[in-house]
């Protein structure tokens, strides 16, 4: 009985999951969701070409890692095992992280998935929220009188807490987070020197504490558009 019961409730478990989920081209994606990343998806266009481009040309040596912080459905981490990066990908949001999984299982060679939010303390529980429309962030970073449709816990991780060797590329894409990223990064950073594609949306006063970051580690950074910088060592 209790063998059969557990059958029934992974079987449950599955349906409910892939009732979430859609696919496109061994892409899968949450059910509902509406972001531009899913509708360029669908209609077969490149999501920001711009960084597409720029992860092509990177180069790079054998077993080289790249880090796509902020994942999401796994854009760009295809682009970077396109390009022969060992790819570890950091995706908070817990369907999104589903669904990247199983694009993984059917499509993605050389990944590693981990359902955490990347900052500088590791195992920390901290509130996450999200509209499951692509807008997803740590709760301290939103308007406290905005009303999500979906909130949960998630568990922080900081990248210098992986030991990780030969990491060549960082993509960052944290919705207001990028400092704490970096700082749980800077040990990984100042001993690799990789080329870092960050976006950032906060204010010219917030974005200083960012660009004197950089600057501490004899960065140089690039406009790319108004959100998205290429950071050179």
């Known amino acids: ?103 993984a299982e059917s499509k993605l060679n050389g990944i590693t998935i981990h359902n955490n939010f990347v900052s500088n303390t590791c195992d920390e529980s901290i509130d996450f929220v999200t509209d499951n429309d692509g807008d997803a962030r740590a709760r301290q970073f939103t308007n406290s009188r905005r009303v999500w449709k979906d909130s949960y816990k998630v568990t922080t991780v900081c990248i210098d807490s992986f030991n990780f060797e030969n990491v060549r590329l960082m993509k960052i894409d944290v919705e207001g987070a990028e400092l704490l990223v970096l700082k749980g990064s800077e040990a990984t950073i100042s001993r690799h020197r990789p080329v870092i594609i960050i976006e950032s949306f906060n204010s010219p006063r917030k974005r200083t504490n960012l660009f004197q970051f950089f600057d501490n580690l004899k960065y140089s950074l690039i406009p790319i558009n108004s959100t998205n910088f290429l950071c050179l060592p």
């Not at 557990?6 to 859609?22: A, G, V």
């Not at 880090?67 to 949001?93: K, N, R, W």
């Open 1 to 103: 009985f209790n063998l059969n019961f557990k059958k029934i409730m992974l079987l449950s478990i599955n349906y409910l999951m892939n009732n979430l989920m859609n696919i496109h081209n061994g892409v899968y994606f949450p059910a509902d969701n509406k972001s531009f990343v899913i509708k360029a998806l669908i209609k077969d266009r490149i999501w920001e070409k711009p960084i597409t481009k720029l992860i092509q040309l990177i180069k790079h040596n054998d077993n080289a890692i790249a880090l796509d912080i902020g994942s999401y459905i796994g854009t760009h981490s295809q682009t970077m095992i396109d390009c022969g990066f060992t790819v570890h990908a950091f995706e908070p949001q817990s369907l999104v992280y589903e669904c990247l999984k199983k694009t």
